[in-house]
Structure formats: C-alpha cells, structure tokens
C-alpha cells in the first residue's frame, strides 16, 4: 500500500508535468488538395498555386516553385504559408502563362519536424492534349542512420532512468537498497544514462536543422539557422522543454550523493520527471497527429512507459546481476525476478491493448501491413515483442529456486530483444503511417454468389488505374455483362459525385484511367454492374486515398 500511495501521488505530480506540454503536435503532413490539381488539364492560366495539407506545417522551411518545361520559373518567388491558414502553402504565378507543362516543385516540414517533399503537374492547353510524361508524387522522409543511432540513444537512455528507478523504488527490497555495493551500481549506471541521454538531445538539434533545411551536418552549425529552428518551430519548443527538465533532473540526481534524508522522495520525484521527460517523445508522434489525440496521445505516452520501464528494469537485472552468484542474496534476488514477470504480465497486456489501438489507426487495412514501409517494420516490431515474450516466460520460469541455471543469457536475451524493439520504435516513429503512405487497393465483395474485386493503382490524387473482375464462385469470369460504372463518393465532406463507365478489357474484367481522387481521405466506391439480362448487381468499397 505503501508503493501504490506513492504512485498515486507520483501519477498526480505527472498530471500537472504534462499539463504544461503544448496540446498538440503533428506528424507526416500530407496533402489534403490542390489547385491545379495534379495532372489537370486547364484552358485558361491560373493566377496561383495552393497546397492544402491536412496540418500545420513549419514556415521557416519551406520551399515552392513552378518551373515550366524548359526549367524556367514562372512563379512570382512569393511563396510562403498563409498566415491566417497554416496548413496552406501557396505562390502567385506570372499571368498570361502560354500552353504546355507546369511542374510545381515543394517542400514542407511537419510540425513534428519531419520534412515532405514533392511535385505536381498541370497542363494549359486549348487544341490537343500534350502526353508528354512527368514524373510526379511525394516523398516523406526516410530515417537514415544518423537519426536512428542518436534517437535510439536517446529513448534506451531515457528508458534505463526511468527503469532503474523503478528497479530502485518498487523491486529492490530494503535489505538491499541501503548495502554498499547495490548503492555504488545504482549511482553509477544513472549518471551514465544521463550523460548519453544529455548528447542525444544536445544532437538532436543540429539533427534536426540537417533535416529541416536539407543540409549537411557540416553545415549546420550556423547560429542564425539553430536560433531559427529553436524560436520558430514546434520541434525547438519541445527541445527547450527536454533540456530543462534534464537539467532539473541533473541536479535532484546530484543531490542524492550530498543528502541522506528525504532520499526517497526525491527519488521518486526523479522517477516522474524521467517519465515527464520520456512522455515528450509522445508529442512528436504519429499518435498526435490524429483528430483523436485526446485518446491516441495518452494511449501512446502509456505504451511508450510501459516498454521503457521494463526494458529500462530488464538492465538493473543485468547490472545486478552478480547478486544470484552470492548464497546470501541470490533467493532475494530471484524472488525479485519473480515480483518482476508478475509487473510484466501489466506490461505486456498495456504494450498489447494500446499498439493494436494505434494499429487501427495507422493501418487502415491488412493489406498495407505487407505494402507500405511502416506496416513491413511494424510486423518486424510484433515478431521481436513475441520473442521477448518467450524470453520473459524463460525468465520467470528460472526465477525459481534451483532453476537459476543460465538466467544471465536469457535476461542479455531478453535485454537486447528490447534494445532492437526501441530501434524499430525510432524507425516507426518517423516513417509516414500506413493510413497516409501509397499502396494499392484490391478489395473483394461477394454478392449473389458472384465476387467482385475491384483493384486501384497506386491510390493516390490524381491519375489511378481502376480495373473491376467478376468471377462466380468457382473463380471463372462472368460473360453476361453488359456494361460497369463506379461512382465515386468522397465521405469526409460534402462534394459532387462523379460517375465513369468503364471499358471491357477480357470476359468478366473491366478498366478504366483517369483522375477521379482530388483529394486526400475515405473514398466510397460503387460498383455498379448490368447484365444482358438487366439484372443490376451492386457494391460498395471504402478506401482511403493518400496525398503522397
């Protein structure tokens, strides 16, 4: 009782941490629409070209410019984010534009600080429509190994204090807490996570400024540009807040050698400004970028806490280690090991119930788990916490008096199991969510023994590929139809509905090109399918279009 009064009073200092945070951060922009559209045809030249994206993104970086074919700009280099509406960027363009191909170049960077980039495509034309191909599209940000090492660093630093105390506070018994040689580890491991902890977020800016601004690491050690980034973006506000709180939690750490009373107090302070510390990662997640956030974020601070504490107390275990090799401490600290697995079974049900939540969210269909990067690296993730799993059921089951024997190799095992998972977490972290990254559709209904499967390439504003087979229960193609028409319906808002008849390719297969999403979000298709007979059979597909 003595433990869990102290958590409660702990939970509610962190309330009040939190509640300082900024309430909302960004991930992955992505655009909603655009005016020209990509690949639109137009007869008249436009005054301007307007992104729309489903964020706020960062002013300070970013870039737009219309070329024409030969590579000249036609734009007025105005461009810049509308200040009444942040989520639009937007530049004047030269009047009177002649006939051809325009590529619109852009780049922005989420409010989290991940930059997208890309380019559209629109034609002016008034006699025959120019084919001429370009390529076109957007591009996220792919981690490279400079991000991974030093955001890896920072989240096993940042898990190791946050595990070892509570390694400290709640599994440690009193019998060892006080003993010399448990002392001496414990204030020599924590200083050590602080030290990786404080260059992983000291690197962390100039990081940043290379991604922000597109440059070299060489390059970024210019005073203008890091005050630019502090003052003028979300990631520098979150940055300032981190270096704070670490060097509040420096100093209460230091004064743990000097002052003998009120040790665990001040302890258990550390233990919340540690999770405080770690919960900033959260708003810089994918979780706060949904509309949701008031769910998804406190579901991913708890998922984020519940890894880090036991992957953070998997190294206390391994630090003391040499405690099983002593006849006096070894059924203490086998007894410790059994008290942890039974917090484990907490974790392990936490880490389940919220990573399938924010899977609902980020993966809008089994399918993209094996077409998009995020879904690939996310079934890695669940594979490596499967082992760790198993780890951990090896690791209780050594707990027991007499079973000891190799519980040093599978306690490693189980530890850096846990160290690759938080490498994953980095990856997953910046990579573009499923629910907004290119993949393909293929969906199959049956209706009346009959199954239609409709197929959409790549799924993305502007120019897809629709193709529609009906085959019967035996898989063979239905040779009565008369004519298919899809109806495209866009549910997040109001908008006309625009209907396509498509063209017959082979038996019991359908096609049609054109450019009928304009915009990112949930798209209803109806299939709707003529017999010779006229017997209508219909059916509906939901998909979610992407801007990238």
Not at 166 to 188: A, I, Q, S, W
Not at 190 to 195: F, G, K, T, Y
Request: charged share 15%.
């Amino acid at each position: 009782m003595r433990i869990f009064g102290k958590c409660s009073i702990s939970l509610i200092i962190l309330f009040v941490m939190i509640s300082v945070f900024p309430s909302h951060f960004s991930a992955h922009a992505y655009i909603i629409k655009t005016a020209p559209y990509d690949n639109e045809i137009l007869t008249n030249s436009p005054r301007e070209v307007v992104i729309q994206f489903d964020e706020s993104i960062e002013s300070p970086f970013d870039s737009i410019k219309v070329l024409d074919a030969s590579g000249h700009r036609v734009d007025l280099q105005n461009g810049k984010v509308d200040p009444n509406r942040p989520s639009i960027l937007k530049t004047g363009l030269k009047p009177n534009l002649p006939k051809g191909i325009y590529t619109v170049q852009w780049r922005v960077v989420s409010a989290d600080g991940h930059p997208v980039e890309g380019v559209i495509r629109f034609q002016i034309r008034k006699g025959k429509q120019d084919t001429k191909e370009t390529r076109t599209g957007t591009k996220g940000y792919i981690p490279k190994a400079d991000l991974i090492i030093i955001r890896w660093l920072h989240y096993i630093s940042n898990a190791a204090i946050v595990g070892l105390l509570f390694f400290y506070l709640v599994l440690l018994p009193n019998k060892l807490r006080h003993k010399r040689y448990t002392e001496k580890v414990f204030l020599r491991i924590v200083p050590i996570s602080l030290v990786f902890l404080f260059v992983s977020i000291v690197l962390s800016l100039p990081l940043q400024a290379s991604i922000e601004a597109d440059i070299p690491w060489h390059e970024v050690w210019k005073l203008p540009l890091l005050e630019e980034l502090i003052t003028g973006t979300n990631f520098g506000r979150i940055w300032m807040i981190q270096l704070a709180m670490l060097v509040i939690l420096v100093l209460m750490i230091s004064i743990l050698v000097i002052v003998k009373s009120s040790r665990e107090l001040i302890l258990w302070c550390c233990f919340v400004l540690g999770i405080s510390l770690l919960f900033t990662k959260a708003f810089t997640s994918h979780a706060a970028a949904q509309t949701t956030n008031v769910i998804t974020l406190p579901m991913d601070m708890i998922h984020l806490l519940s890894a880090s504490v036991w992957i953070g107390s998997l190294i206390g275990f391994a630090a003391f280690l040499p405690l099983v090799k002593n006849v006096e401490t070894k059924p203490i600290f086998l007894q410790m090991v059994k008290s942890f697995y039974k917090w484990g079974i907490i974790f392990v049900l936490v880490i389940a119930a919220t990573g399938i939540y924010a899977g609902f969210q980020f993966i809008p269909d089994w399918q993209s788990l094996t077409t998009t990067a995020y879904g690939k690296v996310l079934l890695c993730k669940v594979s490596l916490f499967i082992l760790m799993l198993i780890f951990a059921a090896i690791n209780f089951y050594k707990g027991r008096p007499l079973r000891e024997k190799g519980l040093g190799a599978t306690l490693w095992g189980e530890l850096l199991t846990g160290a690759v998972i938080l490498i994953l977490t980095v990856i997953l972290a910046n990579l573009p969510p499923a629910s907004s990254s290119t993949g393909p559709f293929q969906q199959t209904n049956t209706v009346s023994g009959n199954n239609i499967t409709l197929n959409v390439t790549p799924k993305v504003i502007g120019e897809n590929t629709f193709i529609v087979t009906v085959n019967d229960a035996k898989g063979q193609p239905i040779k009565n139809i008369a004519q298919i028409s899809l109806t495209f319906v866009m549910t997040d808002m109001n908008m006309e509905k625009d209907t396509v008849q498509l063209t017959k390719a082979n038996e019991g297969k359908f096609q049609t090109k054109g450019l009928y999403f304009i915009m990112a979000g949930k798209w209803k298709i109806h299939v709707h399918i003529l017999t010779t007979s006229l017997e209508s059979i219909d059916t509906d597909f939901y998909c979610r279009v992407s801007g990238k």
